[in-house]
């Protein structure tokens, strides 16, 4: 998804850079906190369903990750290089987070919690 509204919207305000790259950086740390912290707290409660509803906040979670590198990228507050790196930590966390909800999913089918 393009950001161009961002920059382009109107009656934005006359906000810092410092300011706008401060609060970037600090909603990318919460939103990449919050897959691992998700994923934790489900595999710590009862059941498969709600297990799974964990991960779907964490998937959530990876895709405001996503959207604020990209974001991050189009600013130019991260060059094309950490960009690249970035979104193949992103990517390989995807995959795994993927591949947990199948595992999970098919679980929950198995075994219905009552």
């Given at each position: 998804?393009?950001?161009?509204?961002?920059?382009?919207?109107?009656?934005?305000?006359?906000?810092?850079p410092d300011a706008?790259?401060?609060?970037?950086a600090e909603q990318?740390?919460?939103?990449?906190?919050?897959?691992?912290?998700?994923?934790?707290?489900?595999?710590?409660?009862?059941?498969?369903?709600?297990?799974?509803?964990?991960?779907?906040?964490?998937?959530?979670?990876?895709?405001?990750?996503?959207?604020?590198?990209?974001?991050?990228?189009?600013?130019?507050?991260?060059?094309?290089?950490?960009?690249?790196?970035?979104?193949?930590?992103?990517?390989?966390?995807?995959?795994?987070?993927?591949?947990?909800?199948?595992?999970?999913?098919?679980?929950?089918?198995?075994?219905?919690?009552?």
């Amino acid at each position: 998804m393009r950001s161009d509204w961002r920059s382009n919207a109107p009656g934005q305000p006359n906000a810092s850079p410092d300011a706008d790259q401060k609060a970037l950086a600090e909603q990318l740390l919460r939103a990449s906190s919050s897959v691992p912290l998700n994923i934790a707290e489900g595999s710590a409660r009862k059941g498969s369903k709600e297990f799974r509803r964990f991960l779907d906040v964490a998937r959530g979670s990876l895709a405001e990750v996503e959207s604020a590198l990209e974001l991050a990228k189009d600013l130019e507050y991260i060059d094309a290089a950490d960009y690249a790196r970035l979104d193949a930590i992103a990517t390989e966390t995807a995959k795994t987070l993927w591949g947990l909800l199948r595992k999970v999913g098919d679980t929950a089918m198995r075994h219905p919690t009552p």
